[in-house]
């Protein structure tokens, strides 16, 4: 009887922490020997029905050269994921993008290095892919010139630089 009971308030404790909403995701941002959890700006389902609060983003001091680490939770490394570099070059004030996506579940981190010992990376953004694409006003895939649909981002987070030009001169 005591192992009924037991089975029983085991399989009723399961129920109820199942019953809960799992938190958002966060990705973690370590650069210049800090580190910064983000929640994500935006989080979806996979079909972009249900959508959650929406966050800001977060903030580190990078000083130019140096490079930022990018750690995403398994539930992003599973699906589909993009990551897109802003850098900013200090002496020219030139600004270029890197965008790379990791599509086979294996890539679970990133480092953006800056191109040049200058140039400072000014904002990482982290994309989640969602099973949903997107479609015009009758309903059909929007694709691309290969006849792709146009996938949907579910979820976003985003660091963005805090460094002030006196940093640049640690």
Known sequence: ???????????????????SA?????VTFYADGD?????????????????GDENTPVNLDVRPGMPVQVSVPGNVADTPWV????YLNTETGEES?????????S?????????TPQ????????????AAYGVDAQGNPIV????????????????????SPDLDRR
């Not at 799992?22 to 966060?26: I, S, V």
Request: charge should be negative; glycine fraction near 8%; aromatic fraction near 6%.
């Open 97 to 105: 993008v890197d965008q790379r996506a990791f599509t086979d579940g």
């Open 119 to 130: 140039d400072r990376v000014a904002v990482v953004e982290v994309q989640q892919i969602g």
């Open 83 to 86: 990551i897109i570099v802003q």
């Open 144 to 163: 691309d010139e290969h006849g792709q649909p146009q996938l949907v981002t579910r979820g976003i987070w985003s660091l963005q630089n805090s460094a």
């Open 35 to 51: 580190t910064t959890v983000a929640a994500p700006l935006i989080y979806c389902d996979e079909v972009l029905k249900e959508c």
């Open 1 to 19: 009887m005591r192992r009924a009971v037991g089975a029983l308030l085991g399989c009723a404790a399961l129920f109820v922490t199942g019953c």
């Open 107 to 115: 890539r679970h981190a990133y480092t953006a290095t800056p191109p």
């Open 22 to 26: 799992a938190p958002d995701p966060e």
